[in-house]
């Protein structure tokens, strides 16, 4: 377990999820770029899984930062989440949106043949299944030690930055970063944030800007607000 990822995640998912983006999330045969990530924080937030409290369901949204937590959207489809925080606080990064970098084959044969490249991970449940990820057995395992079936990577020259500064001071410099803009127009944020995706009542709203993505990436979600959200 590397110090400076474990001192990342050790923060709440609001704030560590930004720096989720460009990591990699590896295992089953397939490699994932993360381009959009979604935070959410139980003790102040009512879109949270775990802001009730722990049930046999969500236990592993409790679990130390690192911990995969998983849950069925839909009945259908196995979302996957990166906990973050300190034990026992419910916080978590659902994993929304990919590129394929490896095992391209590999994730088509689970999504479908006629899937393209960039949908193969658009989307918190296509993600989890070009990763092939199943719930109730892979809910609960370790993303940095390489105990599960999935190892989580920061983005190149990430951890040298954690390690120099601190996570406060990278997260900051991370969403202040800019890339060129279209053509005829100015630089624009690296990093694109706003209300997450269909989630209902005030957590659905501005009030919550913690759905965070990688401006103009194609393999991110399109963006769905909810008819019962406000701001």
């Known amino acids: 377990m590397t110090d400076p990822t474990l001192a990342l995640l050790s923060e709440s998912a609001p ?16 490699t994932l770029l993360i381009t959009e990530v979604e935070a ?8 949270s899984h775990g802001h009730r409290g722990p049930t046999p369901r969500n236990r592993h949204l409790f679990g130390p930062p690192g911990t995969l937590y998983a ?3 839909y009945g259908i489809h196995t979302c ?3 906990v973050s925080g300190p034990a026992g606080t419910s916080s978590g990064s659902l994993l929304r949106g990919a590129r394929v970098v490896d095992g391209i084959e590999t994730a088509r044969g689970r999504r479908g043949p ?63 970063e800019t890339v060129p803009g279209p053509t005829g127009t100015g630089p624009v944020p ?17 009030s919550f800007p913690w759905r965070f993505w990688l401006t103009g990436d194609p393999t991110v979600s399109t963006y769905r607000r909810h008819k019962g959200a406000f701001d």
């Open 71 to 73: 849950y069925r959207s």
């Open 114 to 176: 006629s899937v393209s490249d960039v949908a193969l991970a658009r989307g918190p449940g296509n993600l989890g299944g070009a990763l092939g990820a199943v719930l109730g057995e892979d809910d609960g395992t370790g993303l940095l030690d390489g105990s599960g079936p999935y190892v989580l990577t920061l983005a190149p020259g990430l951890e040298a930055r954690l390690a120099s500064v601190g996570p406060a001071r990278v997260i900051e410099e991370l969403l202040s």
């Open 80 to 82: 996957v989440n990166v």
């Open 40 to 47: 959410y924080f139980g003790p102040t937030d009512p879109g």
């Open 190 to 206: 690296r990093i694109s944030r706003g209300p997450r995706t269909g989630v209902g009542g005030i957590a659905g709203g501005a």
């Open 15 to 30: 704030v560590s999820a930004p720096a989720l983006l460009g990591a990699t999330i590896a295992g089953k045969g397939v």
